[in-house]
Structures are given as structure tokens and as C-alpha cells.
């Protein structure tokens, strides 16, 4: 089957500059949901929470949540106007960010995050339908990677921000700053993005469409989800706590660790979701089976980064293992959502994105945060300050089963 455009008015600057404003919102959704990752140490000292309990809060409590509820979201977004889905989305999450600034204890900040999550189970199903029908295959990869930017970029400022204002105003007065951002950025995207028609899809060959049936029938689209929900364990519990890490490790305070960790975090991630939509679609004009197998090694070489950085005592060898770690593991958002949007009906689009949210924040992310945490309770008598240490190091070696996953993708793409 293939896939006809629509008739579009609107000049493809105008859709560049589209592509542009979604990644702010996903800038501030990221933001809004890593912000709590430099707020650690703060947060266990003022609320008295356990390392299992910090683990719930960001783990399944919000990535789980974020991605059961991107699935009915998802279907109003394939059914209704996306745009307007975002902004009400938007002015949701960033309210309860906010609230979160009002939190006595682990139930009242575990609902915050709760709300959080819901309102940004909205953003990156729609956001990426309406990427999709503003361009053509060959140039989605690219605009996809770009709107992905938002994740480092909001990353980086949780962190390096996060911290600064922590240090200096308090983690409650942080949340308000940043929970009231939102209000802008909505009436930025309502006053200036224009719905896009969606294409249709016209031909013979059927694509999959909005069930869970069809998506997991399709061999490469099933693959990609396993793969991303793998590499999710290991990218959440490095990416939840890090930070943590190298305050407990190395003895950074919040803003130093914000300012280093987080700047060079956020700056090769950025580099490595770009990577990984310029050089991804530049390997798949040689067959997919080249681009994936590059994409797993690539993870290959990330894992054994990753174990390299956690068996030093130096912070700065730390900072480059791990930033080369960060950096490979970045390549693979492009390629999978871009594959996801081209591989399925035009009329699925949100929910097959919300599907792949799901198996990457509500199967890996949510997993990895929580079973890290809660690793790091169980290492405690026995490894004692490097209980999180070992913890990070077995979850590390979840790189390697995302690799094959990623090798039968290339495989299934040849052969479909």
C-alpha cells in the first residue's frame, strides 16, 4: 500500500517551522517530567523518602502512567484536532508540575507526577502524526530527530537549571518556575500551528492499523517495540539516576552536578538524536539491514562504555564514558519512530506511536527506574555506599538484548 499526501497550502518552511515549535513543547514536556531526577537528594531529605520510593515515584508511577494513558489519547488525537489536544495537554501537566511544589509526602508528590505523566501521554503520539502528514518519507526521519532534540534539550535544563534553582531557591519553588513556563509555550503553538489534512493511504499492500493485533503482527514494527522497551530499562535507570550517582560517588552538590553532568548529558544527546536521523537515513539508502545492524552495534559499544564508567573512580573519565554511552544510545529515537510512522496506516499514526511509548516508557523506562531503586535497597547491606553502583551495572547489560532486537528489525525489513 502505499501512502498519497495531501493536498497541503501551507509552504514546507512553514512546516519546518512547525517540526520547530513541537520541539519546544517536547523541550518543556521533558523538562517538566526529568526535573525531579536533580531534585534527589533534596526531596529524600525533606520528605524522608527511601531510594524504592524515589524509584516509584519516577519510574512507574510516571512512566507507566505516561504510557497507558498516550493509548486512548492517542485515538482521540487520530479522530480529532491534534493541535488542540497539545495545548490543552500543555496546560495541564505544567499545573500539576506546579502542584507538585505543594507536596507533603510521598502520596501527594507521587499524584503530581501522576498528573504529569497524563498530561504528556498527549504530546509525542500527536506531535508525531502531525510531523508526519508536514512531510514526505524521505525527509521524516530528519524532522523527527529534530522535534526529538527537545528530549536532550529539556534534559539538559531539568538538570543544569534544576539544580542551580534548587540550590538557590528551594525544590518546591523550582516547580512553580518551572510548572508556569507552560502558559507561553501554549498560546505560542494555538496562535501560530495550523492543523495539517492527513494523507490517505492508497495501493494494495495493507499497513497496520489501529489495533494492537495488527502492530504486533508486523514482524519489524513488533521488534522495534521489544528493542526500545529493552534498551528503555537500562536508559531509565542510568537517566533517573545519575545524578544521584555522582552526588553520592563524587561528592558534586546539586548545581555542580547540573552543570556538568547535566550540560555534557543533554549537549551529546542532542548530537546523538541527530546522528541518528541524518546518518540513520543516510545508512538506510544502503538497506535497512546495514542501518540496523549499525544501530546495534552502536548499543554494543554503549553498554560496555556505560560498565566502564560506573568501574572508575575519576569523574571526568566518568563524564567521557558516559557521554559516549548517552551519545550511541540517542541514535536509536529517530530510526524507530520514523520507521513506526512509515510502516503503519496514516489513520494509526498517533496510536502506533502511543503503542511504542508504551513498550519504551511504560515497559522499559518504568522498569528501569523502579528495579534500580529498588536494587539499590537490596545491595545495601551488602555493597553499602555502592549498592547504586552495582545496580546500575546489571541493568547496563540490557543494552545487549536491545542489539538483537535491532538486528531482527534490519532482518524483517529485507525480507518484507
Known sequence: MTIAPPARTQSRLYGWYVVAVLMLCQTLGAMDSKILFILVEA????LLLSDTQIGLITGPAFSLTYAISAIPIAKLSDRGVRVHVIG?????????????????GMKSLL??????AVGEAALTPAAHSIIADYTDKGSRPKAIAIYSMGLAIGT?????????????IGWRNTLFIVGATGIVLCILLLTTVREPLREQATGARELPKGNLRSLLGNKPVRNLMLGGAVLGISSGALGSWAPAYVMRTFGLSATETGASFGAVAGGVAILGILGGGFIGGWLAKRGPRTAYNVLAAAFVVAMIAQIGSLLTSNY??????????????AFYLAPTYSTIQSAVDP?????????????????GMASGAFVCGLLSDLFQPYYGADSLKAALLILSLFKLWGAVHYVLVGRHLVDS
Open 316 to 329: 571526568q573519565l566518568f563524564i567521557v564514558l558516559t557521554a559516549i554511552s548517552i551519545f550511541l544510545v
Open 347 to 363: 489513520s494509526a499514526r498517533s496510536f502506533a506511536a502511543a503503542v511504542t511509548m508504551f513498550f519504551i516508557s511504560g515497559v
Open 88 to 104: 490543552g495537554a500543555i496546560v495541564f501537566w505544567s499545573a500539576l508540575t506546579a502542584i507538585g511544589g505543594l507536596a507533603t
Open 43 to 46: 526531596l529524600k531529605r525533606d
Open 111 to 116: 499524584l503530581s507526577r501522576v498528573g504529569v
Open 156 to 168: 539538559f535544563l531539568a538538570l543544569s537549571l534544576g539544580g542551580y534553582l534548587n540550590d538557590q
